[in-house]
């Protein structure tokens, strides 16, 4: 740092709490930064406080090139009040997906599994619509007469398929969630999700579609065996524990 700036000496400067010098390259804390100085410089109205190297050879890194991190970096240090806003801790997610790489991959699969679930719902819905098959008396008679308060064969192939998601998806969501925190090989973990995955919307599409068996079944049970083996693994680690 150059010779200009704002010089605040002191008999014992403080000693830098990143890497321990003594003040000779580094900014003073906040405490010892007169008021008037002190607001001016926060807003970057002003040139840093710096203290004056007198060693060239000294370099410490909270000492700042620029004009305003120099005392925001400082800031930071001493009052975690003033820290700027990049330099906040991160949510409490963001923690455990940074420190798990299976986590996102479970969270991608369960939450588009979860939308295809709504994708389900809302195909059911217009089909009721299409073929007028109601399941409520004040929805028929809205929508022409009490005949309309019936079954339609097809209305319940996508109820069918939406009570199977629901007795699939929900045990999925439980089981990969505990299996992604016992620390997992990451490609084998990501192919359980893929696998599940994967069988779920080739048997939505088989159900819906109306495709030749066993394409269903083989779905089905194609989307099981991620499921079992992660309950097998989280069994075993569970009566290691015990």
């Known amino acids: 740092p150059s010779q200009s700036g704002w010089v605040h000496r002191l008999k014992q400067p403080p000693r830098c709490p990143s890497c321990s010098h003594d003040g000779r390259c580094c900014t003073l804390p906040i405490s010892t930064i007169p008021r008037r100085m002190r607001s001016t410089a926060a ?25 305003r991190g120099c005392l925001l970096r400082s800031l930071a240090h001493w009052s975690p009040q003033l820290r700027p806003p990049t330099q906040m801790p991160p949510a409490a997610l963001a923690l455990v997906m940074e420190g798990s790489q299976v986590l996102p991959a479970f969270l991608l699969c369960s939450t588009l599994l979860v939308i295809k679930m709504y994708v389900v719902a ?3 819905g217009q089909v009721r619509l299409r073929k007028k098959a109601f399941a409520n008396p004040e929805d028929a008679l809205r929508h022409g007469g009490l005949q309309y308060c019936r079954s339609d064969p097809y209305v319940e192939r996508c109820l069918r398929a939406h009570r199977n998601d629901m007795e699939t998806i929900y045990p999925f969501l439980f089981l990969g969630l505990v299996y992604s925190f016992l620390g997992p090989n990451l490609f084998i973990a990501r192919m359980h999700f893929l696998v599940f995955f994967l069988g779920r919307m080739v048997h939505t599409a088989a159900y819906l579609g109306k495709l030749p068996a066993p394409t269903r079944s083989l779905a089905y049970t194609l989307a099981q065996l991620p499921c079992a083996s992660m309950a097998l693994q989280i069994i075993w680690e569970a009566a290691r524990h015990l």
């Open 43 to 67: 807003l970057g109205r002003s040139r840093p406080l710096l203290v004056a190297p007198r060693d060239a050879s000294l370099t410490c890194p909270v000492s700042v090139q620029g004009p």
């Open 122 to 124: 809302i195909i059911t």
